[in-house]
């Protein structure tokens, strides 16, 4: 199985006036601009993604729509492991939920995108630290049963390389 990693896009900073539920606040233009490269850019690796999941907040939410248009990954679904504050191990029950799929990707925030990677790669959410700028994406593969720390890091990839691809 692969796992693809993905952190929101560039969104607004936070402002209680604005967006008094943190929830709720969006991407930037740019953001999503920059997003859109990203994704075409991810097409052309001929990365091929069988479940997208993402936290239902609105930043990351529009980051997977937009991996759904531009990259032509499947419609996202809602997983709420991956909002903020959550732990890895919700995200791996989470995945766990779709047994034949081949290749998952996941959309989050941080800490929690450097904290599944690591997770993943040696059982502990604390000992590697990936760096995960605003729409970056990590492809790790696991073999067997999916478990923490038996994954394989395969590449991890900033957005601005991302878009160079586009």
Do not use: N
């Not at 953001?31 to 075409?40: F, L, T, Y």
């Not at 709420?80 to 081949?102: C, F, K, N, Y």
């Not at 760096?131 to 990590?138: D, I, P, R, T, Y």
């Amino acid at each position: 199985m692969q796992i693809l990693i993905v952190r929101h896009a560039i969104a607004f900073d936070q402002d209680p006036l604005q967006w008094p539920d943190d929830r709720l606040r969006p991407l930037t233009p740019d953001g999503e601009q920059k997003m859109g490269r990203a994704a075409r850019g991810l097409a052309k690796l001929s990365t091929s993604v069988d479940v997208l999941l993402s936290s239902p907040w609105k930043r990351a939410w529009q980051t997977a729509e937009i991996l759904h248009q531009e990259a032509g990954w499947p419609v996202p679904q809602e997983c709420a492991a991956l909002e903020g504050g959550r732990s890895p191990r919700g995200v791996l029950t989470a995945i766990r939920q779709h047994p034949d799929a081949m290749s998952i990707a996941v959309v989050g925030h941080e800490p929690l995108t450097h904290e599944l990677a690591s997770y993943l790669l040696t059982g502990d959410a604390a000992r590697v630290t990936i760096e995960f700028k605003k729409g970056a994406v990590a492809a790790l593969s696991l073999e067997g049963p999916l478990r923490a720390g038996t994954a394989m890091l395969l590449w991890a990839l900033p957005p601005r390389l991302l878009r160079s691809l586009a």
